[in-house]
């Protein structure tokens, strides 16, 4: 039979036991959750896509992704990029191709387009 002294040492074992797999699992659901971030940040963007999504998951304000592709900023519009190239009667690559260089500029991976005018 164990002892009092022995007793109160499992109980914090199983208490440190406890602690620790429970802070092993928040560090890997951390984990994870950041490598899903980061995949969404750097895939490509699809025809089947709406343009909150790819403002939400490639960190780009959804106003100017709506200026690129010509349409006014509409909170609530979550067609795919396919639907609205086909109300829109343009090529859905067109708009993907709008959309990738809008991602570009904010990431600072092109530069910034000139003003009509204006002198480089």
Known sequence: MLSTRNEGRAAWLVVALA???GVAGLLT???????????R??????PWMSIPYIAHSHHVPAPQL??????????????PLWRIARQE????DQLIASV?????HVRGNAPPAL?????P
């Open 66 to 79: 709506y200026e690129a592709i010509g349409l006014p900023f509409d909170r609530h519009d979550h067609r």
């Open 29 to 39: 659901l951390h984990t994870i959750r950041h490598a899903i971030r980061m995949h």
């Open 41 to 46: 940040a750097t895939e490509q963007v699809r």
């Open 19 to 21: 602690l620790a797999i």
């Open 89 to 92: 009667n343009r090529p859905v």
């Open 100 to 104: 990738e260089a809008v991602i570009a």
């Open 115 to 119: 003003e009509p005018g204006s002198v």
